[in-house]
């Protein structure tokens, strides 16, 4: 069974930096597409960035130019650095394949911009 377990969140001032990590137990998740999601309170989830296995990226409009994803297929781990952070980004972020599988949302991780 597929684990995802994220990891790296915290607060930040606007402006700031974070990166955020995802381990995933199982080889699956080398071979398909995956994504990193954001639920911000009384918000539904949605995707924030997504990356096949093949490396190719697509973005959300709100986070184009500042967040960037990667995967290493080998180690099973994918990253999201988000940088510029805003208010706004404020959100607990998930990863999970994309599209994403009921099966393997996990705990998630909270992210607070704020001053």
């Known amino acids: 069974q597929v684990q995802l377990v994220e990891s790296g969140g915290g607060l930040v001032q606007p402006g700031g930096s974070l990166r955020l990590s995802c381990a995933a137990s199982g080889s699956i998740f080398s071979i398909v597409a995956v994504g990193w999601y954001r639920q911000a309170p009384g918000k539904q989830r949605e995707l924030v960035a997504a990356i096949t296995s093949g490396g190719r990226t697509n973005y959300a409009d709100s986070v184009k130019g500042r967040f960037t994803i990667s995967r290493d297929n080998a180690k099973n781990t994918m990253s999201l650095q988000m940088n510029s952070l805003k208010p706004e980004d404020t959100a607990v972020y998930y990863c999970?394949?994309?599209?994403?599988?009921?099966?393997?949302w996990g705990q998630g991780t909270q992210v607070t911009v704020s001053s």
């Open positions: 999970n394949t994309h599209p994403p599988t009921r099966a393997y």
